[in-house]
């Protein structure tokens, strides 16, 4: 409505983000660089969204990421609530840190965001396991069933996913 300059990058990523959706995740497993390709996109668009002095996003990446493939949009639920409940203009300075580390045989995601110390007009419902959380622990359980450990950390200053998969 306002005519931003931005609109063209942002219909673009979309229009990646879509495709992958769409066309790329037909089949059970994807090449983990695919599904990476796809995290970076969703996160340079939230970046679009969230000036930087507002809202500081840390990404460390370890490991061979060529050798693996992985269910396809497993993290995005992560990411998604993340930016969803860490990123709040109206709580200040906020942060997104995640660490994926890759080995021979497993794949480590962390995933923490701040939030709040007082609610601001908002209830926190969704940090004790929304549909998004229970929709990705049964996948969890169908697509890695005692190959996976998922631990859900709801501090008071922050929120933190830790999954382990193993290949």
Same mark, same amino acid.
């Given at each position: 409505?306002?005519?931003?300059?931005?609109?063209?990058?942002?219909?673009?990523?979309?229009?990646?983000?879509?495709?992958?959706?769409?066309?790329?995740?037909?089949?059970?497993?994807?090449?983990?660089?695919?599904?990476?390709?796809?995290?970076?996109?969703?996160?340079?668009?939230?970046?679009?969204?969230?000036?930087?002095?507002?809202?500081?996003?840390?990404?460390?990446?370890?490991?061979?990421?060529? *050798?693996?493939?992985?269910?396809?949009?497993?993290?995005?639920?992560?990411?998604?609530?993340?930016?969803?409940?860490?990123?709040?203009?109206?709580?200040?300075?906020?942060?997104?840190?995640?660490?994926?580390?890759?080995?021979?045989?497993?794949?480590?995601?962390?995933?923490?965001?701040?939030?709040?110390?007082?609610?601001?007009?908002? *209830?926190?419902?969704?940090?004790?396991?929304?549909?998004?959380?229970?929709?990705?622990?049964?996948?969890?359980?169908?697509?890695?069933?005692?190959?996976?450990?998922?631990?859900?950390?709801?501090?008071?200053?922050?929120?933190?996913?830790?999954?382990?998969?193993?290949?």
């Amino acid at each position: 409505l306002k005519k931003s300059p931005q609109t063209p990058v942002i219909i673009e990523r979309l229009e990646s983000l879509l495709h992958y959706m769409l066309y790329e995740c037909k089949s059970d497993l994807v090449p983990l660089e695919n599904e990476f390709i796809f995290t970076n996109s969703y996160i340079a668009l939230e970046k679009l969204r969230h000036k930087e002095e507002q809202c500081k996003i840390s990404i460390d990446i370890k490991g061979d990421a060529s *050798a693996h493939q992985i269910a396809p949009l497993l993290l995005i639920n992560f990411l998604e609530n993340a930016f969803k409940h860490g990123t709040k203009t109206s709580f200040g300075k906020s942060w997104i840190n995640m660490k994926i580390e890759i080995s021979k045989r497993e794949f480590h995601f962390n995933l923490q965001n701040s939030k709040p110390t007082k609610p601001v007009h908002q *209830a926190f419902s969704e940090y004790r396991g929304g549909i998004g959380l229970k929709n990705v622990k049964r996948r969890l359980e169908i697509l890695y069933p005692r190959r996976h450990q998922l631990l859900i950390n709801n501090q008071p200053d922050h929120f933190e996913i830790d999954l382990i998969l193993s290949f």
